[in-house]
């Protein structure tokens, strides 16, 4: 029995989709229980650049839209789909997660749960280290997944953009590995520094007064030390010293090494370094520039937020109806991004609202507010005229009638200006 057939008995002969979703249930949490793949970057500040490009995937928001028009297609029936992949996990979830998939293994596995008529109705993430890639028939990908095969159609895969070759994507941390390595040695070296104490340590001598202690002794006996003076809580209490046990201190710090005198620089070093590898600038992701917070937030979504969703983009346009596949495409918006000032924001929109860039609508629920009755209409610059085909057809004609008027009141016209004298005789 294949890995997702198990999931199908109860499928038929069930009433309002019930065995449909008891299956998608019992599949997510298989799913779920899956494990992130492992990585090999798990120092600090590559760990806050996938945990940041992932968060912020989470929290994005699309649509799909007509190519022709360029305008957002309301009700679409994978705008539900897309809001909550599956019965167990919200939207941030699964893209979190699939995000994290993304960098730590190179590659994101979607498994498409089809209803009886062909539509797709849940997606689940598929741990990626449980699948492995090949050709088949026409040269296309086969997806093998505890033994049993699953073609193009049942699975979505997203591979990254690091070193992709034809089957598999490659993670950033496998492509970058001598990079991330020196950021991890950096950590091990403070790690280790004070988990071994450098500096003053305090040693107890009981040689004079427990000569034949044993280990056992030994541990008893540092234990006692540790529960009555180590820790905050014993902070300032007073160590009581008796003739049989004497206090002193050793110093661990060793000679002075290169790496130790140069190990801020190194540390700000492998920042830059790791923030230039995910798109990040450096001064957003360590938080230390909140002047020019809008021209960051440009720059984070260019090089960082961009490029992988320009990918689960395209890869959510092949979830599409066939029919539909050359008319409609789907398009994250990254106004939930983006971080100004309000003065800031509201010059914008006002510019925005008074060309006929946004409508009022659009604008309110930029700021999360309701939307209100003709606020759909879009407006020209001139007097806010509504940019509408009744309003343009009523202003030529207007604009036409008028420029008749002119004609026959200018000096000699045929049919001239002699109106104007003889309302003034009469």
Known sequence: MGFFDRFRRGERGTASGLGERRTADSLGATFTAAGLGPG????????????????????????????????????????????RPNQDETRFQFLYASVRDYFDNGNVYWYKWDNGDGETVALFRVDPNKVTVKRGAFNRKVFVLEGREYGGDKILHIPSRYGYDGLKGRSVFSECAHIFRLS?????????SFNNGVGNRLVIDITKGFPDASDDDIRRIR????????????????????????????????????????LLENRQHQEREVAKL????????????????????????????????????????????????????????????????????????ARQLTNAVLSPNEIRRKENLPEVEGGDTLFLPSNLMPLRPDVIDAYMAGAKLKLAEMNTDSPGTAGNHSSLGDDKGA
């Open 40 to 83: 090999s970057g798990r120092d600090a500040t590559s760990w806050a650049a996938v945990d940041m490009i992932a968060s912020s995937m989470g929290n994005l928001t699309g649509a799909f839209h007509d190519r022709a028009t360029k305008q957002s297609v309301k009700d679409h029936p994978l705008d539900d789909l897309l809001a």
């Open 184 to 192: 991890s040695e950096l950590d091990d070296f403070v790690n280790n």
């Open 278 to 349: 995910f798109g990040i600038p450096l001064s957003l992701l360590n938080g230390t520039e909140t002047a020019n917070i809008e021209s960051l937030y440009i720059l984070y979504i260019e090089g960082a937020i961009r490029p992988i969703a320009t990918q689960f983009e395209q890869s959510i346009n092949r979830l599409l109806p066939q029919r539909q596949r050359g008319r409609m495409y789907y398009e994250f918006s990254y106004n939930s991004l983006m971080k100004t000032s309000l003065t800031s924001r509201i010059n914008s929109y």
């Open 223 to 262: 234990e006692k030390f540790i529960q009555n003076y180590a820790g905050v809580r014993n902070a300032g209490k007073p160590i009581i010293k008796s003739n049989k046990v004497e206090y002193g201190t050793i110093d661990t710090k060793g000679p002075p090494s290169n790496q130790a005198n140069q």
